[in-house]
C-alpha cells in the first residue's frame, strides 16, 4: 500500500476531488438546514424547498455528466458559459421574465425554468461526442439563466443577497461535483447512461410544462356519505302530527 | 468448467424481484383513482405498479439483448414517445383498448426476448414507440389529478428510467453466460406475466 503523501499528489487530488467536494457541501448544507441554525433564519427553509428540489437539482446533474463526457477545453467553455447565463440571467431577470409571464400559471410553475433547463440539458446529452462539444456551450449557458431565474422567482426575500448566494454556491457546487466525480471515475457505459439521462431530463420537461399549462382537473367528488343518524332530531322539531 | 456462479444468481435475483414485484400487488396495475400525490407517489407508481414495471424491465433487457445502438436506442426512445401518450391522456384524447395494449406490451417484448428475436432496428423502434403511446397514455390521463402534477411526473420518469438501466443491467450481465438462455428465460417469465394482464385486461373490458 502507498503511503499517504502531503501534500496530496495531482493525480489524487483529481480522482478525490470531487467526492471531497462532495462531502463538504453536504456538510456545509447540513449545518445551515439541520437545528438549531434552521430556527435563526428562512435560508434554510428556502435551501430545502427550493434549491434542493428535484426540479431545480436534475437539469443540473445533468449539466454535470455532460461536462464530463467532453473533453476539458469545451467542458471549461461551457461551465464559464454556465456561470456568464446565471449572471446573465439575474442581470435581465425582468426582460427574460417578460414574455414569460404571459403563459399561464406562470408563477405556480416558476415560469417554466425548470422545464426548460431540463430540456435544454437533456438535448445536451442525447447527442454523440462531436455534436455535444458543438452544442453543450450553448445550451450550459441557457441553464444558467434558468437557474438564476428560477432563484430570483422564488427568493422571498426579495433584496436579501444571502438566498442568491446560496442559491448560485449550491448549482455550481452540484455541477462541479458530478463533473469532478464522473471525469475521475470513468467507465464506457456512462456514455450510455447520459443518453437515458437526457431522454428523462426532455420527457420530463415536456410532462411537466405540459402539466404546468393545463388547467387542473378536479378530483372525482366522493361517494355520498350515508345517514348514520336514523334517529329523528327531537329537539328542534316540534311534534306537529301528535294529537292535540 | 466455466463459472457460472455470478450468472445465475442474478438471474436468480432477477426472477425473485420480479416475482416479489408482481405477484403481491397484480390487482392495483393501472388502477389510480381520485387525487395522487407528489413526487414519492410518482416515483413509487412504475415501481408499484407491475404491468409498468415489467414492461420498463423488458425494454432494458431487450435492447442489451440486441446489443450494438439498441442497449441505449430503445430506452432513449420509450421515454421520448411516451410524453407524446402522456399529452394525449392529459388532453383526453380518445385511445381505445389502452389496456389491453399494456398487456400486449409486455407479452409481445417478453416473448421477443424468450425467442431471441433481433429485428431491425427501426422495425424495434416502431414497436417499442407504440407500447410506449400506451403507457404513456395511461400515465397521462392520471398526472392532472395528483396533488403536484410536476413533481408526480419528475418522480414518475425517474422511476422508469431507473428500472430501464436495471433491465439494461440484468440484460448484459446475462447475455454471454449459457449462450443467452438466461435471460430468454426471464423474457419467458416476463410473457407470462403479460398472458395474465392480458386475461384480465380483456376479461375487465
Not at chain 1, 471549461?76 to 431577470?93: D, K, Q, R
Not at chain 1, 432563484?151 to 455550481?172: E, F, H, M
Amino acid at each position: 500500500m502507498a503511503p499517504l503523501s502531503f501534500p496530496p499528489e495531482p493525480a489524487r487530488l483529481y480522482r478525490f476531488g470531487g467526492p471531497a467536494l462532495a462531502a463538504l457541501g453536504v456538510a456545509a448544507i447540513a449545518l445551515i438546514v439541520l437545528p438549531p441554525a434552521a430556527a435563526e433564519s428562512p435560508l434554510a427553509w428556502w435551501i430545502v424547498n427550493s434549491a434542493l428540489t428535484p426540479e431545480r437539482l436534475l437539469p443540473l446533474l445533468g449539466l454535470g455528466v455532460a461536462l464530463a463526457l467532453t473533453g476539458p477545453r469545451i467542458a471549461l467553455a461551457a461551465l464559464l458559459l454556465f456561470c456568464i447565463g446565471i449572471v446573465f440571467g439575474f442581470v435581465a431577470h425582468k426582460e427574460l421574465l417578460e414574455p414569460l409571464t404571459k403563459m399561464p400559471q406562470a408563477a405556480t410553475h416558476h415560469f417554466l425554468t425548470g422545464p426548460i433547463a431540463s430540456i435544454a440539458v437533456g438535448l445536451a446529452l442525447i447527442p454523440p461526442a462531436r455534436w455535444r462539444a458543438a452544442v453543450l456551450p450553448l445550451l450550459a449557458f441557457i441553464a444558467g439563466c434558468m437557474l438564476a431565474l428560477a432563484i430570483v422567482v422564488t427568493d422571498p426575500s426579495l433584496d436579501d443577497p444571502t438566498n442568491r448566494i446560496a442559491g448560485v454556491t449550491i448549482g455550481l457546487w452540484v455541477v462541479v461535483v458530478v463533473m469532478l466525480t464522473l471525469r475521475a471515475f470513468h467507465r464506457p457505459w456512462f456514455a450510455v447512461f447520459s443518453r437515458i439521462l437526457g431522454s428523462w431530463l426532455i420527457a420530463i420537461g415536456l410532462l411537466y410544462g405540459g402539466v404546468a399549462l393545463m388547467p387542473r382537473k378536479a378530483p372525482p367528488p366522493p361517494p355520498p356519505i350515508p345517514d348514520l343518524n336514523p334517529l329523528p332530531d327531537f329537539d328542534r322539531s316540534r311534534p306537529q302530527t301528535l294529537p292535540q | 468448467m466455466r463459472d457460472r456462479g455470478p450468472a445465475n444468481r442474478a438471474f436468480f435475483l432477477s426472477a425473485v424481484i420480479l416475482v416479489a414485484f408482481v405477484a403481491p400487488q397484480a390487482a392495483f396495475a393501472h388502477i389510480l383513482q381520485g387525487e395522487q400525490g407528489g413526487f414519492g407517489a410518482g416515483f413509487a407508481h412504475p415501481l408499484t405498479g407491475p404491468d409498468h414495471f415489467l414492461a420498463m424491465f423488458a425494454v432494458g433487457l431487450w435492447g442489451a439483448q440486441m446489443g450494438g445502438r439498441s442497449v441505449w436506442t430503445l430506452p432513449v426512445t420509450f421515454p421520448l414517445i411516451m410524453v407524446l401518450g402522456g399529452v394525449a391522456g392529459m388532453l383526453g384524447l380518445p385511445f381505445v383498448g389502452v389496456e389491453i395494449g399494456i398487456a400486449v406490451s409486455i407479452l409481445a417484448l417478453g416473448a421477443a426476448i424468450a425467442f431471441g428475436w433481433h429485428p431491425v432496428e427501426w422495425a424495434a423502434l416502431c414497436l417499442i414507440a407504440f407500447f410506449a403511446l400506451c403507457h404513456g397514455y395511461a400515465h397521462g390521463a392520471e398526472l392532472p389529478l395528483s396533488t403536484d402534477p410536476a413533481d408526480y411526473a419528475i418522480g414518475f420518469v425517474l422511476a422508469t428510467g431507473m428500472i430501464h438501466i436495471f433491465g439494461i443491467g440484468v440484460g448484459l450481465a446475462l447475455h454471454k453466460p449459457m449462450g443467452g438462455r438466461l435471460a430468454r428465460g426471464l423474457g419467458a417469465l416476463i410473457a407470462l406475466g403479460g398472458i395474465y394482464f392480458l386475461g384480465a385486461a380483456v376479461l375487465s373490458a
